[in-house]
């Protein structure tokens, strides 16, 4: 049973270039997020997901892009990275009457 | 504003003790909280949750209490070991009967727990 799966793992960007974190889930889950946390912060929302082809925005979503074209993936696209986009990302995902299930996260660093 | 914060951000305990991780809230409509647990390099799993028509609820070796009086969550963890090490989180949904679950996390308690 693999929940959420986020790759990759780790990334160093160069100020102004572009990446996408992967997310997928095979939990058949509605809702899907994602977060990031800063150090020694607690989480917060970037973009969320309530449905293939659904997205909205959450507390923090500047500079950042999401996009649901199946139930599985959630990749969440980084364009002209910032050093303040360093960070740790966690994608997770819910169904309508359960917890929140959380993948491994991926540290990203922006230099 | 509405926040969820925790009053302790290291707690130091001995291996055996019991363990008391407290979170207020200032939203006094929240009715849906949860604990989750992170470790290092790892992400938050859930631990247990709460609704505001309850006082207590528990699980296996954690109790969480909600004093919705004074706005207040406490995780109990009973006979601490080395593996309950990590952060702490309490988190309130404002997802409210959505499905959706739109979480608020405090900054989180890191539990030290020593052999």
């Known amino acids: 049973n693999a929940g959420v799966t986020q790759t990759p793992k780790f990334r160093i960007l160069k100020i102004g270039q572009s990446m996408t974190l992967q997310c997928t889930q095979d939990?058949?889950?509605?809702?899907m997020y994602w977060y990031r946390q800063d150090p020694g912060m607690g989480l917060k929302l970037i973009y969320y997901?309530?449905?293939?082809?659904?997205?909205d925005k959450g507390e923090v979503p500047n500079g950042y892009n999401v996009s649901r074209s199946t139930t599985e993936d959630f990749p969440l696209r980084l364009e002209l990275a910032a050093p303040s986009q360093t960070s740790v990302y966690f994608c997770?995902?819910?169904?309508?009457?359960?917890?929140?299930?959380f993948g491994e996260g991926s540290w990203l660093t922006v230099v | 504003g509405e926040s969820v914060g925790l009053h302790l951000p290291t707690l130091s305990v001995q291996e055996g003790d019991n363990s008391i991780i407290n979170c207020a809230y200032s939203?006094?409509?929240?009715?849906?909280f949860i604990w989750y647990k992170q470790e290092s390099g790892k992400g938050p799993q859930f631990i247990i949750d709460?609704?505001?028509?309850?006082d207590k609820r528990q699980g296996q070796r954690v109790t969480v209490l909600l004093n919705k009086t004074v706005k207040h969550l406490s995780l109990q963890i009973a006979a601490t070991q080395p593996g309950d090490s990590a952060v702490y989180f309490c988190?309130?949904?404002?997802?409210?009967?959505?499905?959706?679950?739109?979480?608020?996390f405090g900054t989180g308690t890191r539990l030290l727990v020593s052999p």
């Open positions: 997770a995902s819910s169904s309508s009457v359960n917890t929140i299930y």
């Open positions: 939990m058949n889950h509605n809702y």
């Open positions: 997901s309530v449905g293939a082809g659904i997205t």
């Open positions: 939203n006094s409509a929240s009715d849906y």
């Open positions: 709460i609704r505001s028509n309850m």
């Open positions: 988190a309130e949904n404002k997802g409210r009967n959505t499905g959706f679950q739109k979480l608020v």
